[in-house]
């Protein structure tokens, strides 16, 4: 009685936490931080279908995160868009580029997969550079104006925390919505055992194909969300790096899971804000802790809490003990 | 002892003993597979009748895996057809022949280690079910009527094999034996014409070869061709209703188990001079 009643406490304390967040913190400096992490834990539950679920390597999140974002600028700043049409076509851009090289790519076997997909995020960036009468080139897109819902403004730095918790919670949703469905059993089917999928009848190539396609399609979504709260875009942001940073958030956070890539997405950006009275030791923290946790923790950290975690059986244990 | 409790839980079987033999749901013509110099199977020529229970032995490396997969579409034969429910297969993808009506287990059992028993029943029926992107985001009724009968046919299944206990257990934590029992429920939840088994009784103990025959009955009398690969002959024996040998991918006899137990070809090739066969 007096358990259930703690947890409903705790949900409630981290819900009000999450709410008042924004107030809580000091300056815009801050917010703009949360911000952020909030928008690359989007591109990471992108990124978690192909490599979580499916099981298979891409490096070439934030290139379908830099075409979001810079599909959705210029539709806006160059055709005169507004937010609200160009936001799905910059999923729909960034998912088509998920199929184009999804075709060829996923024929190779991982580590040869893994390579293309270095290629195409390396690729689309040098188009963003290059390709100077579309993409405004290396100086970016400026001026990209803020979202509108309405005649509401979202141009504050609090009022774009509200905005993209939202958003975040209905990535999650539908996280949550495709795990527990046909959809995600094919998906994960797929990462254990593609011969045995293949004769139960789930097709290989669609199924792959469809998991890029939908990774690309929320790191396109992340990218119109990135433009049009950060009001500039430039290709550095979506480079090779950036991939790897993604990868690893997925991965720390916990791959295969709903709530992971989130954790491993908020913890990896605000762990250099954090860290920051280290001065220029903190990367070396951040790297030491994100080697332990893959030896302590390899299936993430999110799997901490999982029943049979380190904490989950801590708890477990504590609920047994207190109804005795 | 052990069928006692078989039947305890399944109610008395009723063994199918008409002679006649029904039309070919299977054909393989003069198939070949040549992996560069090495011919793994060589001019074969099978057919598998509707509704019966056909056993391919032969010594290890006799070629069976291989002809297996290539019914399966594994592998596409050098020369040869395939011809299933009447139409040519040999080529066709493996998921493709899959929804055609052909199931299959792994010699190697191959199951989803992380997913549980239930789930991995449950992706029997991926060609079944029908759940599209937008039923499954918006959580439509109709999604929530597909997911819950995909979950209770996959629990009639997992009793039907003795194990509804284990359905929200992972795979890999399950026995050899559950697992294997797991695959042809997986095998079973496509709802398949025919079902292929590669060594289903490998590795299993008396008492769960005892339960694993029943089991091979009653999917038997379901109506579902069975064609399987066995080494343990006292299984065949008392399953097959047809028996196929090979041998260095050759076929080298074809009948009932009565000949082939006193083929003299069989018996030097397959099981040395002695015809230990006879002491069943």
């Known amino acids: ?324 | 002892m052990a069928e006692e409790t078989y039947a305890a839980r399944h109610g008395s079987v009723q063994v199918n003993s008409d002679g006649g033999d029904g039309p070919p749901l299977l054909q393989l013509d003069n198939v070949s597979m040549i992996f560069g110099g090495l011919r793994a199977v060589d001019r074969l020529t099978l057919e598998v009748c509707t509704g019966k229970i056909h056993a391919l032995i032969g010594p290890n490396g006799a070629g069976k895996t291989t002809v297996l997969n290539i019914i399966s579409g594994f592998y596409k034969p050098t020369e040869g057809l395939v011809r299933f429910n009447g139409q040519t297969i040999q080529g066709f993808d493996s998921a493709k022949i899959a929804g055609m009506g052909m199931a299959r287990t792994f010699q190697n059992v191959r199951l989803f280690k992380e997913l549980t028993a239930l789930e991995n029943v449950q992706i029997g029926m991926h060609r079944i079910i029908k759940e599209g992107l937008a039923e499954t985001v918006f959580r439509t009724p109709a999604f929530r009527r597909a997911e819950l009968r995909s979950a209770e046919k996959a629990k009639e299944l997992l009793a039907e094999i003795g194990l509804q206990d284990k359905a929200t257990v992972k795979a890999r934590n399950l026995s050899y034996g559950q697992q294997k029992l797991i695959e042809i429920a997986r095998a079973l939840a496509q709802d398949p014409k025919q079902i292929l088994l590669d060594e289903p009784a490998a590795g299993l103990n008396e008492t769960e070869t005892t339960d694993l025959v029943h089991l091979v009955r009653i999917v038997r009398d379901r109506g579902i061709t069975i064609l399987l690969i066995e080494h343990n002959m006292n299984f065949v024996m008392s399953l097959a209703d047809r028996i196929t040998v090979l041998n260095f991918g050759r076929k080298i006899a074809d009948g009932a188990p009565g000949e082939i137990v006193s083929n003299e070809e069989v018996i030097q090739a397959y099981l040395g001079r002695r015809p230990s066969l006879r002491s069943t």
């Open chain 1, 1 to 324: 009685m007096k358990n259930r009643l703690l947890q409903k406490l705790a949900w409630a304390l981290l819900l009000g936490v999450l709410l008042v967040l924004p107030h809580l913190l000091p300056n815009n400096y801050y917010r703009g931080v949360v911000n952020l992490s909030l928008i690359y834990a989007i591109v990471a539950m992108g990124l978690n279908f192909i490599y979580g679920y499916t099981g298979y390597i891409s490096f070439a999140q934030a290139g379908f995160f830099g075409v979001g974002a810079y599909t959705s600028a210029l539709l806006v700043v160059d055709a005169h868009w507004g937010f609200w049409s160009a936001l799905p076509i910059a999923g729909l851009a960034a998912a088509a580029c998920g199929v184009a090289i999804g075709i060829p790519a996923l024929k190779l076997s991982s580590h040869y997969l893994a390579m293309a997909t270095i290629g195409f995020g390396i690729i689309i960036q040098m188009v963003m550079q290059n390709w100077e009468r579309l993409t405004h080139g290396a100086s970016g897109v400026h001026d990209i104006p803020s979202i509108t819902i309405g005649t509401y403004n979202v141009d504050s730095a609090v009022g774009q925390y509200y905005f993209l918790l939202g958003f975040l919670a209905l990535a999650m949703f539908v996280t949550w919505a495709i795990d527990n469905s046909k959809l995600g059993r094919s998906f994960k089917a797929v990462r254990e055992d593609e011969i045995a999928a293949s004769s139960a009848g789930i097709d290989l190539t669609f199924t792959k194909v469809f998991s890029f396609a939908l990774s690309a399609f929320f790191g396109g979504v992340g990218g119109s969300l990135y433009a049009h709260t950060s009001s500039y875009i430039s290709p550095d942001t979506f480079s090779f790096d950036q991939s790897i940073v993604l990868f690893t958030m997925v991965l720390v956070g916990g791959a295969g899971t709903v709530c992971g890539p989130v954790i491993g997405a908020i913890g990896l950006t605000l762990a250099p804000e954090l860290l920051r009275f280290l001065k220029e030791y903190y990367m070396a923290l951040v790297g030491v802790g994100i080697v332990l946790i893959m030896i302590y923790m390899p299936q993430g950290v999110v799997h901490l809490f999982s029943q049979d975690g380190r904490v989950g059986r801590w708890l477990q244990s504590v609920k047994q003990r207190s109804t005795r």
